[in-house]
């Protein structure tokens, strides 16, 4: 597995914090429960559909998400993964990303398309 930050210029800057390319050669299957988040932050993968399940039990199946920061852990459930671009939002992105307040994003995660 092969992690690769990636370099942002002054003007992305204003709405990414940081952003990373995680690459399996092979593909991989992952089951983690993630650690919570103080940063909204974009998952995009390369592969099949996973599922997010949230601390109240709600399930999401997608291939991309946008996720608010949380207080709370989650299960991810990736099968298949080859490659995924993390982007680490900085934290007044969200309304300009979604047009919700920040403070009401928080704890959601919603399917990009």
């Known amino acids: 597995m092969q992690i690769i930050p990636k370099q942002l210029d002054s003007i992305t800057n204003r709405l990414i914090r940081n952003a990373w390319v995680v690459e399996e050669s ?3 299957d992952i089951h983690v429960r993630a650690f919570p988040t103080g940063y909204p932050y974009i998952n995009v993968i390369s592969g099949t559909a996973f599922s997010i ?4 039990g709600n399930l999401l ?3 991309s ?3 608010g920061n949380s207080v709370y852990p989650f299960d991810l459930d990736m099968r298949v993964i080859k490659r995924a671009l993390t982007i680490q939002l ?5 309304p300009y990303l ?14 990009i398309e």
Request: aromatic share 10%; proline share 9%.
């Open 26 to 28: 092979d593909g991989i």
């Open 53 to 56: 399940k949230d601390h109240k």
């Open 61 to 63: 199946e997608t291939t």
């Open 65 to 67: 998400y946008l996720s």
């Open 90 to 94: 900085q934290p007044y992105a969200i």
């Open 98 to 111: 979604t047009g919700i307040p920040a403070n009401e994003f928080s704890e959601l995660r919603v399917p």
